[in-house]
Antibody, heavy 121, light 106 residues
Framework: QVQLQESGPGLVKPSQTLSLTCTVS??????????WSWIRQPAGKGLEWIGR???????HYNPSLKSRVTISVDTAKNQFSLKLTSVTAADTAVYYC?????????????WGQGTLVTVSS | DIQMTQSPSSLSASVGDRVTITCRAS??????LHWYHQKPGKAPKLLIY???SLQSGVPSRFSGSGSGTDFTLTISNLQPEDFATYYC?????????FGGGTKVEI
């Protein structure tokens, strides 16, 4: 069974870069069979998909964040990462990593527990 | 971009009730619609995929229907552990999108 675990700073200053890592266990991030995604949820609000990557280097980003987001993969560490630049208080949220089999009909079947990132000086 | 609209945003129900939540897509998404529930402080959990397929391990009191733009999640015989927030999600096209959520309360 695939397990995902987010890690990274819980506090980021405004205008700086938010960096998070998702460590994958029980599965290989090198598999071309899966998308690896980031999703966020501000307190008391709904879920927002940030973007995804698959091993051959393909990425898809939410246009609302595209200019500030980079998702990358480290196959040696079986991890994928999120970088969000020029953060503001509006980026304060719980950030989840999740995976879905590649394919149009595929939902997120495995999620990390989530990590709270607060943007504040 | 495809917008997902859920209704109602919240509802009150009792144990044993039958509950129906609807999700509407702003354009046709075939059956590429999935349902999750989320409890406070936890990650969402997949209940239904491809509009009507029950995820392994999910109780049969959960069911989904619909195609195109209109979808329904039904919980029959509501149990105490079902009080949560429910989200629909489309995977027809990127950006992937979730509905705004439906909070099921006592």
């Amino acid at each position: 069974q695939v397990q995902l675990q987010e890690s990274g700073p819980g506090l980021v200053k405004p205008s700086q870069t938010l960096s998070l890592t998702c460590t994958v266990s029980g599965g290989s991030i090198s598999s071309d069979d899966f998308y690896w995604s980031w999703i966020r949820q501000p307190a008391g609000k709904g879920l927002e998909w940030i973007g995804r990557i698959y091993i051959r280097g393909g990425t898809h980003y939410n246009p609302s964040l595209k200019s500030r987001v980079t998702i990358s993969v480290d196959t040696a560490k079986n991890q994928f990462s999120l970088k969000l630049t020029s953060v503001t208080a509006a980026d304060t949220a719980v950030y989840y990593c999740a995976t879905a089999p590649r394919g149009i009909a595929s939902p997120f079947d495995y999620w990390g527990q989530g990590t709270l990132v607060t943007v504040s000086s | 971009d495809i917008q997902m609209t859920q209704s109602p945003s919240s509802l009150s129900a009792s144990v044993g009730d039958r509950v129906t939540i609807t999700c509407r897509a702003s354009q046709t998404i075939s059956n590429y619609l999935h349902w999750y529930h989320q409890k406070p402080g936890k990650a969402p959990k997949l209940l239904i995929y491809a509009a009507s397929s029950l995820q392994s391990g999910v109780p049969s009191r959960f069911s989904g229907s619909g195609s195109g733009t209109d979808f329904t999640l039904t919980i029959s015989n509501l149990q105490p552990e079902d009080f949560a927030t429910y989200y629909c999600q489309q995977t027809y096209s990127t950006p992937l999108a979730f509905g705004g959520g439906t909070k099921v309360e006592i």
